[in-house]
Nanobody, 126 residues
Framework: QVQLVESGGELVQAGGSLRLSCSAS????????MGWFRQAPGKEREFVAA????????YYGDSVKGRFTIARDNAKNTVYLQMNSLKPEDTAVYYC???????????????????WGQGTQVTVSS
């Protein structure tokens, strides 16, 4: 059974940086794409970034493009989200997810993901 465990969320000041980690186990992840989503109180879950595990191709949501970077470490079965130039509006619970759909047109919809982590809270103070 696939398990995803996020870590790294914390309170940070605006303009600062954080790196989130998602440790994956229980699957052959070269057959998956991995995504990061976030959800703020009262808002829908928002696509942040995705990476195709097999070739490292990356995709980003418009609100984070140029500030966030997704990467993976094959040896550690871990996906990272490096977040720079953080803004108060980045405050949310961040979730890691895995999908067996490998076409880029599937990555933005949460419903296309098969497995989810429990989430990690990121709070950006102004």
């Amino acid at each position: 059974q696939v398990q995803l465990v996020e870590s790294g969320g914390e309170l940070v000041q605006a303009g600062g940086s954080l790196r989130l980690s998602c440790s994956a186990s229980g699957g052959t992840f070269t057959r998956y794409a991995m995504g990061w989503f976030r959800q703020a109180p009262g808002k829908e879950r928002e696509f942040v970034a995705a990476i195709r595990w097999s070739d490292g191709t990356t995709y980003y949501g418009d609100s984070v493009k140029g500030r966030f970077t997704i990467a993976r470490d094959n040896a550690k079965n871990t996906v990272y989200l490096q977040m720079n130039s953080l803004k108060p509006e980045d405050t949310a619970v961040y979730y890691c997810a895995a999908t067996r759909y490998l076409g880029s047109n599937y990555f933005r919809a949460p419903s296309n993901y098969d497995y989810w982590g429990q989430g990690t809270q990121v709070t950006v103070s102004s």
